[in-house]
């Protein structure tokens, strides 16, 4: 062997080239980023919408409950159809019928008295349209960065940071202009989503192996349950994930976020929720520069920090520990996202990853709001401080199974 030789042996293997240095990725970046900073301005700008025109807090009920109803129902469909077509043209499409309804609703809002049922049926298109554009995502991350889990972390902090503003921009937008033009802009962000979408052509994923090109719907599902059906690490977080959305997300936000007010005041619990923003920037951070041979176990264990986010109101923090603890929890749950991400991408073939990818955020999302809706009647039954405590504890509890199970503590890095 020669010196040469010798020298590159023993040089480490060097890192994939930054994301950065990738146009695709960029207009992706733009798109995401996007798209994050309409969704981040929706929820008060239709907040505002529904009070203004008179039909009360149930009416905000309604409406959300038209918009994620379709975004439950539909997005297995999603994931099925970026993988017969493509993910791009399905997220271009979408982006275009989000950008239609917020027009419409802005329109309506500005020259007429709005009906409930047409908010809500405004909303419902486009949370048929947010199913068809999300599973599509995973399925573009690989084609368009060589460094998967850099271009998740850099994607995981957009996501923080357009969570942190979208909702003060509306705000402004709503308070010094009016909700119908807070509706204008939400419509503008989803178009330059599409506009930044529009060039990443070429982008067909490889069909899965031996299936047909023309096989129908119900077909392409089945093909995408075996997959997911078929990698033990896979189903056993999205079946533990579920368990968790329902006994921790669903209960934590709305009791901790009437606790945390009750106990700091509106300002403090602004300045908590900024705290737990931050920890989710340093997260994606951390995601950057951290590669764990087992990423799912780091993951796992980052995610551990999250039960303090209800542990704190339930057992009446100070504001300043409380403020730490946000930070650290918002760290560890954008860190476990990044892993568990890359995870995917680098494990699932590209053929049946935006499938496998509708599955992962259907069995995600899907029962959150069945905690959210128990969290009411089970805090006024047993307290919410009790509620809030055994979410912490169900959490605690629920990672030590995902860490117990073989396959998730076995799976590297990259695939094999």
């Known amino acids: 062997m020669t010196t040469d030789s010798l020298a590159d042996a023993a040089r480490p293997a060097a890192l994939p080239p930054s994301p950065w240095r990738s146009h695709r990725f960029r207009l992706l970046f733009l798109a995401r980023s996007s798209s994050l900073f309409a969704d981040g301005m929706l929820m008060v700008s239709l907040t505002a919408a529904v009070l203004r025109t008179g039909h009360g807090g149930s009416g905000v009920g309604y409406a959300l409950a038209a918009w994620m109803a379709p975004i439950v129902l539909l997005v297995l469909f999603g994931g099925v159809l970026a993988d017969r077509f493509t993910p791009q043209l399905m997220m271009v499409g979408a982006d275009a019928v989000r950008m239609l309804a917020m027009l419409a609703l802005g329109l309506l809002l500005a020259t007429t008295q709005v009906a409930l049922w047409q908010i809500m049926a405004l909303m419902a298109l486009s949370g048929a349209a947010t199913a068809m554009f999300q599973p599509g995502l995973a399925g573009i991350v690989p084609q368009v960065a060589e460094d998967i889990q850099r271009a998740n972390a850099l994607l995981r902090i957009s996501e923080a940071v357009c969570t942190l503003l979208g909702p003060g921009a509306a705000g402004l937008v709503v308070g010094y202009w009016s909700a119908a033009g807070s509706f204008t802009v939400i419509a503008a962000a989803f178009a330059l989503s599409a506009l930044g979408l529009l060039p990443l052509r070429g982008l067909r994923a490889a069909a899965a192996e031996s299936e047909d090109p023309q096989a129908p719907i119900w077909r392409r599902l089945a093909v995408g349950w075996r997959e997911f059906g078929s990698r033990p690490w896979l189903w056993g977080v999205i079946a533990l994930w579920s368990v968790y959305g329902l006994l921790v997300f669903g209960p934590a936000l709305p009791l901790g976020a009437v606790a945390l007010t009750d106990q700091h005041g509106s300002a403090g619990y602004g300045w908590i929720a900024s705290a737990d923003g931050a920890g989710t920037v340093v997260g994606g951070l951390l995601g950057m520069r951290v590669r764990p041979a087992r990423p799912l176990v780091a993951g796992a264990c980052a995610m551990l920090f999250f039960s303090l986010n209800p542990l704190a109101p339930a057992l009446h923090w100070p ?98």
């Open 319 to 416: 504001f300043a520990l409380t403020a730490a603890t946000g930070l650290v929890a918002g760290c560890g749950f954008a860190f476990w996202g990044v892993m568990w991400s890359t995870s995917v991408q680098t494990h699932i073939p590209l053929g049946v990853l935006s499938r496998v990818s509708a599955y992962d955020v259907a069995g995600s999302i899907m029962v959150i709001p069945v905690g959210r809706a128990l969290s009411g009647p089970v805090a006024a039954a047993f307290g919410t401080d009790h509620v809030l405590l055994f979410s912490a504890l169900a959490g605690l509890v629920l990672l030590a199974l995902m860490l117990a199970l073989p396959a998730v503590r076995a799976l590297p890095r990259t695939a094999p």
